[in-house]
């Protein structure tokens, strides 16, 4: 059973950077794909970047891509999330997601097995 613990969220004007972290326990980091997905109010949750176990391979929603970037390390089991030129579309709760199988953008949420709490991002205009 992998436990997922995500930090770094907050209040962040338009254009401002956050750095989002997810620690990992109770599994062997390096066997799990992570990502990140977001769920803004009212909708449902959505794809925004994955990563791959030994971290070469990404995978991003358009509409992150360019703005965010994902890594890992699998020394300290932790994923990142580094979100710079937020906009306030980008307001919404942010989960880190592990998953034994590849995590890619078609990946439906169902399909995944770990998922953490979450953690709030608003960007103010």
């Known amino acids: 059973q992998v436990q997922l613990v995500e930090s770094g969220g907050g209040l962040v004007q338009a254009g401002g950077s956050l750095r989002l972290s997810c620690a990992a326990s109770g599994g062997t980091f390096i066997g799990y794909y992570m990502g990140w997905f977001r769920q803004a109010p009212g909708k449902e949750r959505e794809f925004a970047a994955a990563?791959?176990?030994?971290?070469?391979?990404?995978y991003y929603a358009d509409s992150v891509k360019g703005r965010f970037t994902i890594s890992r390390d699998n020394a300290k089991n932790t994923v990142y999330l580094q979100m710079n030129s937020l906009k306030p579309e980008d307001t919404a709760v942010y989960y880190c997601?592990?998953?034994?199988?590849?995590?890619?953008?078609?990946?439906?949420?169902?399909?995944?097995?770990?998922w953490g709490r979450g953690t709030l991002v608003t960007v103010s205009s």
């Open positions: 997601a592990a998953d034994p199988n590849v995590i890619t953008r078609t990946t439906m949420t169902k399909a995944v097995d770990y």
């Open positions: 990563i791959s176990w030994g971290g070469r391979i990404t």
